[in-house]
């Protein structure tokens, strides 16, 4: 993740002029700079809190800044660990698609989601290894050594996220977001196992699985764990910047900030704070083991808000979430699970309810964010609308370890270049590829190609795209 920090422009001592009732700008109407922050001080150290996109901040017609500029494109993977039960996974219809039993958390966003099956790698030659990179670079592994009776690999070339970051470099403080949600428990196989994110070969982008350091981060805050510093929320050291541009902006823009800095606030809250103050020196919402099991609900709604946060306000454009590894052994308990997820893939006996069962909720934990982002307004839409997101693991089926009819969504609508609410089903077992070079381009990123070899791609599915 980079650490360069945001350079937004502060909020103007004066904020003065005209604003029609409701948000709408009357003409002659000053507009609000869309990189103002609001800026304070917490025991001697800057804070920061970003604005997401405001009416003030936007042409009359919602659809681009003032200035000019268009509203951001962004561009996301999601991952998940271990595959689907294929026969319970992919969905009913084309167009307008009715979710399969696994899908059903993700009923309410099928106007923002379309499913590609019958697509597979290209590029196999051991499951995990194999569907991992084929989905995130396009090509085959690269073996490093071997251990026990099983292969040592990382990326070949660059992940599928960095690839999106170079092209959308500069346009925002962080190059690229990683987060993580489950830990890794998994075996000495290499960083394709352990890490989604990738610059090349053994160049990992280690995700943050810590919820209040990523906050730290996003917000400027010190996150020197040893240091005894006891705050006031972050929202206390800009109320007088607050109380300035309620008096700048109209009615509907009054609304937003105050619900997103209710979001910041409960963001703290959720993290650890009390009644207004916390401690750095306990590390405040890392979500510790419970009874020796993973608070995985509650780091995921924490990951979904800061991220929904980051991306609302332009912090990044780009951003991965690791919510399991590949050959994951996240141990889904709430479903009854006594055993990792791997495991229980291998020894479960069909029609394995316990594997069923984690895949579903495991949607459920992605229809989270979806829905967040979803919820978040832009200009004339949501966040989500600005998206494209492609949400994917590393194996069709974890009981035959299977790379056939291989399972893939793209959320969002990419500002309009993505249908959404798509079931497509190739024909003819093509590339995984395809559908990657598609989620690329619904954001923006006009690549020629993806891939390298049996793995290369240069035909989207033009049935995704308008």
């Known amino acids: 993740m980079s650490t360069t920090p945001p350079r937004f422009r502060p909020?103007?001592?004066?904020?003065?002029?005209?604003?029609?009732?409701?948000?709408?700008?009357?003409?002659?109407?000053?507009?609000?700079?869309?990189r103002?922050?609001?800026?304070?001080?917490?025991?001697?150290?800057?804070?920061?809190?970003?604005?997401?996109?405001?009416d003030a901040m936007l042409n009359p017609h919602g659809e681009a800044w003032a200035d000019g500029g268009a509203l951001?494109?962004?561009?996301?993977v999601w991952f998940w660990g271990n595959g689907v039960r294929p026969?319970?996974?992919?969905?009913?219809?084309?167009?307008?698609?009715?979710?399969?039993?696994?899908?059903?958390?993700?009923?309410?966003?099928?106007?923002?989601?379309?499913?590609?099956?019958?697509?597979?790698?290209?590029?196999?030659?051991?499951?995990?290894?194999?569907g991992m990179t084929a989905v995130m670079t396009g090509q085959r592994y690269h073996q490093l050594g071997t251990t026990r009776d099983t292969i040592v690999t990382t990326f070949a070339a660059q992940s599928v996220d960095q690839l999106a970051a170079d092209w959308m470099t500069g346009l925002a403080p962080f190059r690229s977001l990683e987060l993580g949600v489950t830990r890794f428990r998994g075996t000495d196989e290499g960083s394709t196992f352990e890490h989604l994110s990738h610059n090349g070969p053994n160049s990992p982008n280690p995700a943050e699985y810590e919820p209040s350091r990523l906050y730290d981060r996003l917000f400027g805050l010190p996150a020197d764990p040893q240091r005894d510093l006891v705050r006031q929320s972050v929202l206390d050291s800009v109320q007088g910047q607050v109380?300035?541009?309620?008096?700048?902006?109209?009615?509907?823009?009054?609304?937003r900030l105050e619900q997103h800095l209710e979001s910041v606030r409960a963001l703290e809250l959720r993290l650890g704070a009390s009644a207004g103050s916390c401690t750095f020196s306990d590390r405040p919402g890392s979500f510790p083991d419970r009874d020796g099991r993973e608070q995985i609900t509650e780091r995921n709604a924490a990951m979904s808000e800061l991220l929904t946060l980051a991306l609302a306000c332009d912090l990044s454009r780009v951003f991965s979430v690791l919510f399991s590894t590949a050959g994951s052994g996240a141990v889904f308990w709430e479903v009854g699970a006594t055993e990792g997820l791997h495991g229980t893939c291998h020894t479960e006996a069909l029609p394995q309810p316990i594997v069923h069962a984690a895949t579903t909720q495991t949607m459920g934990y992605l229809a989270h964010l979806l829905q967040r982002l979803a919820d978040t307004p832009e200009g004339?839409?949501?966040v989500l609308d600005r998206c494209s997101i492609l949400c994917t693991t590393e194996l069709t089926d974890g009981?035959?370890?299977s790379n056939a009819d291989f399972p893939l969504l793209i959320a969002g609508k990419g500002g309009g270049r993505l249908r959404g609410g798509v079931h497509y089903r190739s024909p003819s077992a093509q590339s995984v590829s395809d559908a990657v070079l598609t989620a690329l381009r619904g954001a923006g990123v006009d690549l020629p190609s993806f891939g390298a070899d049996a793995g290369l791609s240069s035909s989207p599915i033009s049935a995704l795209l308008t």
């Open 11 to 34: 909020l103007p001592a004066h904020l003065d002029g005209p604003r029609a009732p409701g948000g709408a700008r009357p003409h002659g109407a000053r507009t609000l700079d869309r």
């Open 36 to 54: 103002t922050v609001l800026r304070g001080m917490l025991g001697g150290a800057a804070a920061t809190i970003a604005l997401p996109a405001l």
């Open 72 to 76: 951001p494109d962004r561009f996301g």
């Open 87 to 130: 026969d319970r996974w992919v969905p009913s219809g084309t167009t307008g698609w009715t979710p399969s039993d696994a899908l059903a958390p993700l009923a309410a966003l099928v106007p923002f989601m379309s499913v590609v099956s019958g697509c597979e790698v290209k590029t196999a030659t051991h499951p995990h290894h194999s």
């Open 243 to 255: 109380r300035l541009l309620e008096r700048r902006v109209g009615a509907a823009d009054r609304v």
């Open 380 to 382: 004339t839409g949501s």
């Open 399 to 401: 009981y035959t370890h």
